[in-house]
């Protein structure tokens, strides 16, 4: 168990419809990184945050949004969705934003389905 | 752009022999490099950390070599056992995100 727990585990929608991920980072751990992870794409970076501010992004989309709060659990949020947004979404933390610190504990993540 | 390239060809292995995954990268000098495992359905879990300024690290049967010259980084795992059956992602930072390659798929055959 590495301690950071995700929710819902599965979730199936139809296209055009939004849905939100939540997760809770391990206990003490300030950073939250979202994963998107399809079977041709391996894992993609979406977005970090730290203490509650973005970190830095990567090719997340703009229906995709995301935020941390003061508790530090984040939410990732999925909208006008298409069928291509299937995929696992996994969400990591760290103890640290940056700065060589080492592992990312990952959740089991969150599966999406898109009909 | 960066790449992070490792083979996406599976890898079959014979229990008791070492297994060697390669991680190559492209157009960047990472500070560190790191290996996760990855199992079906499951999120990755880390392995190992290695960073620009050395060549190997070992913890127990694992051993990771980097390669900064080459931009190559080596896992082996010795005496393989089936248990060890999994997808393995190496994983660099860049620009403050830390990507992953798409890792290979490792079978160690009884």
């Known amino acids: 168990d590495s301690g950071v727990t995700q929710t819902p585990k599965h979730l199936i929608t139809a296209t055009g419809q939004r849905v939100t991920l939540r997760c809770s980072p391990r206990s003490g751990d300030l950073s939250v990184y979202w994963y998107q992870q399809s079977l041709d794409q391996g894992l993609q970076f979406l977005i970090q945050?730290?203490?509650?501010?973005?970190?830095a992004k990567g090719n997340i989309l703009e229906r995709f949004s995301a935020q941390q709060f003061p508790d530090l659990h984040s939410e990732l949020n999925l909208s006008s969705l298409e069928l291509g947004d299937s995929a696992l979404y996994f969400c990591?933390?760290?103890?640290?934003?940056?700065?060589?610190?080492?592992?990312?504990?990952f959740g089991e993540g969150s599966r999406l389905t898109v009909l | 752009s960066q790449k992070i390239e490792q083979n996406s060809e599976a890898l079959n292995i014979q229990e008791g022999k070492t297994a060697t995954l390669t991680c190559n990268y492209t157009?960047?000098?990472?500070?560190?490099l790191q290996w996760y495992r990855q199992d079906p359905g499951r999120g990755p879990v880390f392995l190992l950390l290695i960073r620009e300024n050395e060549k190997e690290k070992r913890k127990e049967r694992l051993k990771v070599t980097f390669d900064t010259t080459l931009k190559q980084s080596l896992f082996h795992i010795t005496a393989s056992q089936p248990a060890d059956s999994a997808t393995y992602l190496c994983a660099l930072d860049r620009d403050d995100k830390i990507i992953f390659g798409k890792g290979t798929r490792l079978h160690i055959l009884p």
């Open positions: 157009n960047y000098s990472p500070a560190y």
């Open positions: 990591a933390s760290s103890v640290q934003g940056w700065g060589h610190t080492g592992e990312l504990f």
């Open positions: 945050y730290y203490n509650g501010e973005e970190r």
